[in-house]
């Protein structure tokens, strides 16, 4: 029998595939026998400090877009952060597929990340980052970092950069800084595209004019960030900002948010009518759901939407259920539950129990004890709570503003150290960020002056 026969005639080509690319010849292999002599001399140096921590954490990155999100999990493990969620199994570990804040994952996936948006995913991730333009520093400034922070392993520099101002192919990319050598002046990156380049040396000069170059998305000069360890763990464990409020959209906002968000601060300037927190809160919730139902989306969502309940360790439950707890004796709660009761019936809005749930809970109430307990009060008050009051409005002791900032200070007298507290905050930060983010989208626009919303 003839066996070539049973063969279809016509098979498809497959696609063309790689196993790396060569280096270019400016980029020095790290295990080439020159890579050894500049990693002994940098040793010699001190300047590899930072590389150990790094190295005992190398990733290679689990999607092709994922550059910024793999160097964010290799720093966080590296600094030895506690996700607080369980990975898999019993084990407690960061993975790329926790880092689903300001960006999701999907978009990542799909376009990548930006300089910006990569400082807010680190930032609601246990992360504090100084992020520097190349355009607002120098070569100089830069080198001087890099010296300091090679020389010690409680703090990394992470680089963005194009890549074919290396010689490499493809355009952007993120890279950890591994160790400096000062007698030949190179910069080791620890590229976490391992499919593609090994980790190499490159001259700082060469790096810092890899900065320098414009990334096309945002118009903007790449740069440099300096990433430590947050004083306290701040992952979110039961609620986050909806998608309607994103760095991956066009002004950061959806339309019909901008218009919410742009009513509310206004109203947040003026002058309280009355000295009374009650009347003030019911004011609030009267002028938040008129202006809120106009945008027809949720401004705060839960965890539960990422990932289903029942892939929720105990631990990152029972966390949960003392944010909610926290959250139910807290004063503020309460008057705005007891605020919501008195408006139900209010001519001038109908207020629902379910106004405020995302369609996660709508869907998942059957299955999901959390999701059918969750009412506006819970939500409107984190949102109450989490607003940069300070940091996005005129905080004057007569304006309505004043009224929740108070409420804010008293919470944070009361719990301290708590959980919702800690939630908090990140919120605040998500939100300061993005706010400050589509003030600049709008000046851009306008061709206008920005002064910075939050710090």
Not at 300 to 326: G, V, W, Y
Not at 382 to 400: E, G, I
Request: with cysteine.
């Amino acid at each position: 029998m003839d066996v070539g026969s049973q063969i279809p005639a016509a098979i498809n080509s497959p696609s063309k595939q790689f196993y790396r690319r060569p280096l270019p010849d400016q980029c020095i292999a790290f295990s080439s026998e020159e890579g050894k002599r500049v990693f002994r001399s940098a040793m010699s140096e001190g300047f590899m400090e930072c590389y150990f921590k790094l190295a005992a954490q190398f990733s290679t990155q689990d999607e092709p877009a994922y550059c910024g999100l793999t160097t964010l999990v290799m720093i966080l493990n590296a600094l030895d952060i506690d996700p607080g969620k369980v990975w898999k199994g019993p084990w407690r570990w960061y993975h790329e597929n926790m880092l689903d804040c300001c960006v999701p994952l999907h978009i990542v996936e799909k376009q990548g990340i930006d300089f910006d948006q990569l400082v807010c995913v680190g930032n609601c991730n246990s992360l504090d980052i100084e992020a520097r333009r190349a355009s607002e520093s120098t070569e100089d400034e830069f080198r001087q970092l890099v010296r300091r922070y090679t020389a010690q392993d409680n703090a990394f520099l992470v680089l963005s950069y194009s890549r074919p101002v290396l010689g490499q192919t493809g355009t952007g990319h993120f890279s950890p800084v591994g160790g400096y050598s000062a007698e030949r002046d190179l910069v080791l990156l620890l590229d976490v595209a391992r499919f593609k380049y090994p980790p190499h040396w490159v001259s700082l000069s060469l790096v810092w004019k890899a900065m320098l170059e414009k990334d096309k998305a945002t118009g903007e000069t790449r740069g440099y960030m300096i990433v430590s360890r947050q004083s306290k763990n701040n992952s979110l464990v039961l609620f986050r900002l909806a998608p309607c409020l994103s760095a991956t959209l066009p002004c950061v906002v959806t339309e019909s948010m901008a218009t919410f968000l742009t009513e509310w601060q206004l109203w947040l300037t003026h002058q309280a009518t009355s000295q009374r927190d009650d009347e003030i809160i019911e004011t609030a919730i009267l002028k938040f759901f008129t202006t809120f139902i106009k945008c027809g989306t949720s401004i705060l969502t839960t965890q539960f939407d990422l990932k289903c309940i029942q892939d929720l360790s105990q631990e990152h439950i029972s966390l949960a259920a003392n944010i909610m707890r926290e959250l139910e004796e807290t004063a503020l709660f309460q008057a705005v539950q007891n605020s919501l009761h008195k408006s139900v019936d209010s001519d001038e809005v109908e207020v629902k129990s379910t106004c405020l749930k995302p369609d996660c809970c709508r869907e998942l109430e059957k299955e999901c004890q959390w999701c059918g307990y969750m009412t506006s009060a819970h939500f409107l008050t984190v949102f109450f709570l989490s607003w940069p009051y300070k940091a996005a409005t005129d905080c004057t002791p007569d304006s309505n503003a004043y009224i929740f900032l108070k409420h804010v200070r008293a919470l944070q007298s009361k719990v301290g150290e708590k959980l919702l507290f800690e939630e908090i905050i990140s919120i605040r930060k998500q939100l300061s960020y993005l706010l400050n983010q589509h003030k600049k989208a709008v000046c851009k626009e306008n061709g206008c002056q920005l002064s910075r919303v939050a710090k």
